[in-house]
């Protein structure tokens, strides 16, 4: 809730209401003193009652000025005492680096604070670069042995006879060494920090249809129709490999959950949708629900570590893109992603 008068404002008020509160008791005492002295004494002159206009009038007008002067010195020290704080508020606020920040060498309380400050951006910029330094060195060590597993697997489909079983095996080796590396090439994408290098336009539709290539063996046995209704080609500004994580996790997501019914997949500029018949998203987990190690049911009948959601929700906010839950009336479960639209490229 935000407060009706700010520290500003707060610093000022005190010294106006102190310097109302003194001067009026001391006009108060004044005013009583000219009445006692004016009642004690007899035969007074008659200049008595000027004199006594006089004070009186005085006294209003050194209220006055009190409080003029009392305003003035509040505004001069909330100028002096707030000052290094609104710096201070502003250098964090712009990210500044943890040297760059004011009031460092300060030894007032301005100074504790920003040293604290600067303390805890060197342990948040630490933590980030050693994050990313990981992801980017496992990514980076992963990528020889894939290229070894991926050449072989293609020479073993060549070599092969079509149809064999040893063919089908290698064939199978040869697109998950593939997935794997596009999934090795996401994670490098996201250790970069945001807005690194534009994003190329991408057709989405040819995604979605090789993720559900993809996503078949987990339908198998199941009385589960997989739909993708689309009208017109649509792109967006996403590195292709991004866009396949968050894809494919919730169509992974949809087939793990649905044993019978359907999966809808509908796409139109500026948004997708995948939704499922499934056992549908438990009340009790679903403010929770893109967090990590979180299932969407409270006893999970399938295996998982709970990250795929998560995982949906970082590349989203990575790209600039937005995720919704949502719950059918008949059941099921409903996502939404909505993206920044694309115009197509005017043909030559």
Not at 30 to 47: D, F, L
Not at 203 to 219: D, F, G, V
Not at 231 to 246: F, K, R, S, Y
Not at 255 to 278: A, F, M, N, W
């Amino acid at each position: 809730m935000k407060p009706r008068l700010s520290l500003k404002q707060h610093i000022t008020l005190t010294y106006i209401l102190l310097a109302v509160v003194v001067a009026g008791a001391f006009s108060l005492v004044s005013y009583i003193s000219v009445k006692v002295i004016e009642a004690q004494v007899i035969g007074a002159p008659a200049g008595l009652e000027d004199t006594e206009r006089v004070i009186l009038f005085s006294l209003a007008a050194g209220f006055v000025v009190s409080v003029l002067l009392a305003a003035w010195l509040g505004v001069l020290s909330v100028r002096r005492v707030i000052a290094p704080v609104a710096a201070l508020a502003d250098a964090v606020n712009r990210n500044a680096a943890a040297n760059a920040l004011p009031s460092l060498s300060a030894p007032d309380e301005i100074g504790v604070l920003a040293r604290a400050f600067a303390k805890r951006t060197n342990e948040l910029q630490q933590f980030l670069q050693r994050e990313q330094m990981f992801t980017a060195d496992v990514s980076h060590e992963l990528r020889t042995p894939l290229t070894v597993i991926l050449g072989a697997a293609e020479l073993l489909t060549v070599q092969l006879p079509a149809q064999s079983a040893q063919y089908i095996a290698a064939e199978r080796i040869r697109r998950v060494a593939a997935e794997t590396a596009q999934r090795i090439s996401a994670l490098l994408l996201l250790a970069r920090a945001h807005g690194t290098g534009a994003a190329p336009c991408t057709a989405l539709n040819t995604i979605i249809e090789s993720e559900m290539e993809r996503c078949q063996p987990l339908l198998q046995g199941k009385a589960v129709q997989c739909q993708l209704q689309w009208a017109t080609p649509v792109l967006a500004g996403v590195h292709p490999e991004l866009a396949g994580i968050v894809i494919g996790n919730l169509l992974r997501n949809a087939c793990r959950h649905t044993e019978q019914g359907y999966i809808l997949v509908q796409l139109k500029p500026g948004q997708l949708v995948v939704e499922d018949s499934g056992v549908g998203i438990s009340a009790a987990v679903r403010a929770r629900l893109f967090e990590r190690f979180v299932h969407g049911n409270e006893h999970p009948v399938h295996e998982g570590m709970g990250l795929g959601l998560s995982i949906v929700k970082r590349v989203v906010e990575h790209i600039g893109w937005d995720v919704q839950l949502e719950t059918p009336t008949e059941g099921g479960t409903r996502f939404v992603l909505n993206f920044p639209q694309v115009a197509p490229p005017l043909s030559s």
